[in-house]
């Protein structure tokens, strides 16, 4: 059976392997969290891109092996489940991994609304609200009238936001004053590393591959190639971002407009056109995020709520529509933009998906053997990760403590709720069984 469905599964190229992995990272998280980067680090911002680039391009290396030897739609959570079983452990990354999706709509919603406010005059709270719920309203709606919607425009949106920033780092590379990057520009070691840690979240989407795996022709071969291609790629063009961006507007004048700072890395090469194109481009950018977001989301919740980690609610679906995981999507997402401001919710998010990353890459170190890693990449992977989340935590509880304490609050939540539904729902707390 699996072979003739394979035979009529319409295959993906390397190509688009490598597309889906760039285009799950250059979302709305370059728009959002380039300000901070810049407020933090100051001269020392391509850094703080290098640095959260290794520990993507390492967990990368773990996404590649086990994608290969566990080719699945499930992606993270079957590794996850893979090494560590079906138990509180799995479980409660299941519900995080959920919850940090949700987070992460949050950021392109808010993000949306920074870059859609510079096209007005007069701005104010109501109209930010506003923004932010428009941003998040319409793309439920098209995720709850077809799934065939979502897909269709995703290709053209990701191949116009590369070039729109290939070109503002094309025709901004001229106006670089390098003197801007001397280390008399650098904020502290502790504060460029940490920044690192907080834009994170802009490399999150390259593990989106695993999900299409058992779709990417030669998986093998393939595989392996697009995340590494995929993730060094977006590396580069952050670099080159920060450095145009840095190198062309004053650091006071980012810190001053960190909401919407990728629009005035244009304005020296292309004046106020470059500033509203790239303005159009965010806001094409974190849209388009947030409808793909809430797709997978929704999916992820039907796929763990089968799984039976998550109320049946999750799996009411019509028309192949999950209804009920697009309608909870929308209703915790409106709820979570609307009260953090734009940092705080890059902070949770980067801190999120370290955590699952750091997960992954102990699953790989755990299954090293049967999936042909060497065991000293993963090894690192999983101390940089760990230690990346460590230091990103550390200065969060410096700077904005309530950050932490919503982030500890999603974790505490997603084990408690793993606790009681497997105790009093599945009968169980530690291990499913399977009829």
Same mark, same amino acid.
């Given at each position: 059976?699996?072979?003739?469905?394979?035979?009529?599964?319409?295959?993906?190229?390397?190509?688009?392997?490598?597309?889906?992995?760039?285009?799950?990272?250059?979302?709305?998280?370059?728009?959002?969290?380039?300000?901070?980067?810049?407020?933090?680090?100051?001269?020392?911002?391509?850094?703080?891109?290098?640095?959260?680039?290794?520990?993507?391009?390492?967990?990368?290396?773990?996404?590649?092996?086990?994608?290969?030897?566990?080719?699945?739609?499930?992606?993270?959570? /079957?590794?996850?489940?893979?090494?560590?079983?079906?138990?509180?452990?799995?479980?409660?990354?299941?519900?995080?991994?959920?919850?940090?999706?949700?987070?992460?709509?949050?950021?392109?919603?808010?993000?949306?609304?920074?870059?859609?406010?510079?096209?007005?005059?007069?701005?104010?709270?109501?109209?930010?609200?506003?923004?932010?719920?428009?941003?998040?309203?319409?793309?439920?709606?098209?995720?709850?009238?077809?799934?065939?919607?979502?897909?269709?425009?995703?290709?053209?949106?990701?191949?116009?936001?590369?070039?729109?920033?290939?070109?503002?780092? &094309?025709?901004?590379?001229?106006?670089?004053?390098?003197?801007?990057?001397?280390?008399?520009?650098?904020?502290?070691?502790?504060?460029?590393?940490?920044?690192?840690?907080?834009?994170?979240?802009?490399?999150?989407?390259?593990?989106?591959?695993?999900?299409?795996?058992?779709?990417?022709?030669?998986?093998?071969?393939?595989?392996?190639?697009?995340?590494?291609?995929?993730?060094?790629?977006?590396?580069?063009?952050?670099?080159?971002?920060?450095?145009?961006?840095?190198?062309?507007?004053?650091?006071?004048?980012?810190?001053?407009?960190?909401?919407?700072?990728?629009?005035?890395?244009?304005?020296?090469?292309?004046?106020?056109?470059?500033?509203?194109?790239?303005?159009?481009?965010?806001?094409?950018?974190?849209?388009?995020?947030?409808?793909?977001?809430?797709?997978?989301?929704?999916?992820?919740?039907?796929?763990?709520?089968?799984?039976?980690?998550?109320?049946?609610?999750?799996?009411?679906?019509?028309?192949?529509?999950?209804?009920?995981?697009?309608?909870?999507?929308?209703?915790?997402?409106?709820?979570?933009?609307?009260?953090?401001?734009?940092? &705080?919710?890059?902070? /949770?998010?980067?801190?999120?998906?370290?955590?699952?990353?750091?997960?992954?890459?102990?699953?790989?170190?755990?299954?090293? =053997?049967?999936?042909?890693?060497?065991?000293?990449?993963?090894?690192?992977?999983?101390?940089?990760?760990?230690?990346?989340?460590?230091?990103?935590?550390?200065?969060?509880?410096?700077?904005?403590?309530?950050?932490?304490?919503?982030?500890?609050?999603?974790?505490?939540?997603?084990?408690?709720?793993?606790?009681?539904?497997? =105790?009093?729902?599945?009968?169980?707390?530690?291990?499913?069984?399977?009829?």
């Amino acid at each position: 059976m699996k072979e003739k469905e394979g035979a009529y599964m319409k295959k993906i190229t390397l190509f688009g392997a490598i597309s889906i992995g760039i285009g799950g990272m250059v979302g709305g998280g370059i728009f959002a969290v380039l300000g901070d980067a810049v407020s933090l680090a100051h001269g020392a911002t391509p850094i703080t891109f290098f640095l959260a680039g290794v520990i993507a391009f390492l967990t990368a290396y773990s996404y590649a092996k086990l994608s290969v030897a566990f080719q699945s739609r499930g992606g993270t959570v /079957i590794f996850i489940d893979k090494a560590f079983g079906h138990n509180l452990l799995s479980g409660s990354v299941n519900l995080m991994l959920w919850l940090s999706y949700l987070v992460t709509i949050s950021l392109y919603a808010v993000a949306f609304a920074s870059y859609g406010a510079t096209f007005f005059s007069h701005t104010s709270s109501l109209l930010h609200h506003l923004l932010i719920s428009f941003a998040i309203l319409l793309p439920a709606v098209i995720n709850l009238l077809s799934a065939s919607l979502v897909g269709k425009s995703e290709t053209f949106i990701v191949t116009i936001k590369v070039a729109i920033l290939i070109l503002v780092i &094309a025709l901004g590379m001229s106006h670089v004053e390098y003197t801007n990057f001397s280390p008399s520009h650098y904020e502290s070691s502790f504060s460029i590393v940490a920044a690192g840690m907080i834009i994170f979240v802009a490399y999150e989407g390259f593990e989106l591959i695993a999900n299409a795996a058992q779709s990417i022709e030669e998986p093998s071969k393939n595989l392996p190639r697009a995340f590494f291609l995929s993730v060094g790629i977006v590396i580069l063009l952050y670099i080159l971002i920060a450095v145009v961006t840095v190198g062309t507007v004053n650091v006071q004048k980012l810190i001053e407009a960190k909401e919407y700072a990728l629009a005035l890395a244009a304005e020296p090469s292309l004046g106020s056109f470059g500033f509203t194109l790239v303005a159009v481009a965010a806001l094409l950018s974190t849209f388009s995020a947030i409808n793909a977001t809430i797709f997978g989301n929704a999916r992820l919740g039907y796929v763990i709520a089968k799984d039976g980690e998550l109320p049946t609610l999750f799996e009411y679906e019509r028309a192949q529509v999950p209804i009920a995981g697009v309608l909870l999507t929308l209703f915790f997402s409106l709820i979570l933009s609307n009260s953090i401001n734009l940092e &705080a919710i890059a902070i /949770i998010a980067s801190a999120g998906f370290l955590l699952i990353f750091f997960i992954v890459n102990l699953s790989a170190l755990k299954l090293y =053997k049967s999936i042909n890693a060497n065991r000293y990449i993963v090894s690192l992977a999983s101390l940089l990760s760990f230690l990346a989340l460590c230091i990103l935590l550390l200065h969060t509880y410096k700077t904005n403590p309530k950050a932490v304490t919503i982030f500890l609050m999603f974790i505490v939540s997603s084990v408690v709720f793993e606790l009681l539904y497997g =105790k009093m729902v599945r009968g169980h707390i530690f291990q499913r069984k399977y009829s």
